[in-house]
């Protein structure tokens, strides 16, 4: 039986983030129930597969309502699961309760990702996150005390008016509560939000590129100097702890999607929900699945999002997987950009794979567009 990762889309948060581009919606609670019945509708239509990641993202997903936690719960825990299935739930703080967290733990989440952002309540406040740095560390405490033993935290930087001080001292202060990830993302002005509009009428005071650069060599150093590893451009993880759902994506694994404007991509189709949440659940309802795009991929489709994906992996690109998927050397296909690359050290290569320096992955879109063939 094939095994696959499965994602589940909650799209509800208490209020949206400024900078937030993410199909999530807040204001929508009344529609909480309707859309948890129709989502266990959906995940109950999962068939003949063998899930061994699960990963309930949002949106909040810690914002959904008891009872709309109880309804998914029944259709997840018929599914034919790996003895080693990694499930992670994410959430925001000050939408923590005890209650929630130990309904999570008993219905199998073994791993919690956090989303925090900075350190500092001014900054949380100019984010228009919900919540201070005391709900964080409540939240986080609270984890620890129920039995989570696998805690990501989410960090961003970059942030408007944001100084290399205050990153450090957040890299710092999470470093202190010893989660097992961290996952540092640099801040992106994404069309259509908030920060956008502000940006385009010159209200937001974004920090240069060189302080950007500076704060992610930072992150690197830090991390690495406290015993995380980098595996991926923004992920970071101490022993063991490197979150498998993701991996399944850099590598281009097979995953199934439920829930609004969540994708699949499964036996070479690419899937796509309707994100209206709405519309999703009359779908679900009438219809039984919300899909409203299918598209096959092609040879070369699958050969540059394999590289795309794999480029953003320290570990790189395996020479041996790439013939194995393609049936073609990498290098027939690929050595100009290689030699290109490495010979200005923004690649390496050697006998077993390609992949990008520190220099390379600051000028990575640049790579990225002479993948596509």
């Not at 129920?146 to 100084?163: E, H, K, R, Y």
């Not at 097979?254 to 969540?262: F, N, R, T, V």
């Not at 499964?266 to 009438?286: A, L, P």
Request: charged share 30%.
């Amino acid at each position: 039986m094939k095994k696959v990762a499965l994602y589940i889309h909650i799209p509800f948060c208490k209020q949206k983030c400024l900078y937030c581009d993410f199909p999530s919606f807040a204001g929508k609670e009344g529609c909480m129930i309707d859309y948890a019945s129709a989502l266990a509708k959906e995940i109950d239509s999962i068939k003949d597969k063998k899930i061994k990641t699960i990963f309930i993202g949002g949106g909040t997903p810690t914002y959904l309502s008891l009872e709309g936690w109880e309804i998914i719960k029944k259709s997840i825990i018929k599914l034919d699961v790996c003895s080693d299935l990694e499930f992670t739930v994410e959430g925001n703080p000050g939408t923590f309760t005890r209650e929630k967290l130990e309904f999570l733990k008993k219905m199998g989440v073994n791993r919690l990702s956090i989303g925090l952002q900075a350190w500092q309540d001014s900054l949380l406040k100019e984010l228009g996150r919900i919540h201070t740095i005391e709900d964080f560390i409540e939240s986080f405490e609270m984890a620890r005390d129920i039995g989570f033993n696998n805690i990501n935290v989410d960090l961003m930087f970059g942030l408007p008016s944001q100084t290399l001080k205050q990153y450090i001292e957040t890299l710092k202060n999470v470093i202190d509560l010893k989660p097992e990830h961290l996952s540092c993302y640099n801040l992106i002005i994404e069309e259509g939000t908030e920060f956008y509009k502000r940006f385009e009428e010159g209200n937001l005071k974004l920090p240069d590129e060189e302080l950007e650069r500076t704060m992610y060599a930072k992150t690197i150093d830090v991390l690495k100097d406290n015993g995380y590893i980098q595996y991926e451009i923004s992920n970071f993880a101490k022993g063991n702890k490197v979150c498998r759902h993701n991996l399944v994506y850099w590598e281009m694994d097979e995953y199934i999607g439920c829930g609004s404007a969540s994708h699949s991509y499964s036996d070479g189709f690419r899937y796509r929900n309707e994100e209206n949440i709405e519309k999703y659940i009359k779908m679900m309802n009438v219809n039984n699945n919300a899909i409203v795009e299918k598209t096959k991929n092609s040879y070369k489709d699958d050969m540059e999002e394999f590289m795309f994906m794999g480029l953003r992996k320290s570990a790189g690109i395996s020479k041996s997987e790439f013939m194995t998927r393609f049936g073609i050397d990498m290098t027939s296909v690929y050595g100009k950009v290689i030699d290109k690359y490495t010979s200005t050290g923004f690649m390496k290569e050697n006998r077993e794979s390609i992949f990008l320096t520190f220099d390379g992955i600051e000028v990575s879109n640049v790579i990225m567009a002479e993948i596509i063939l």
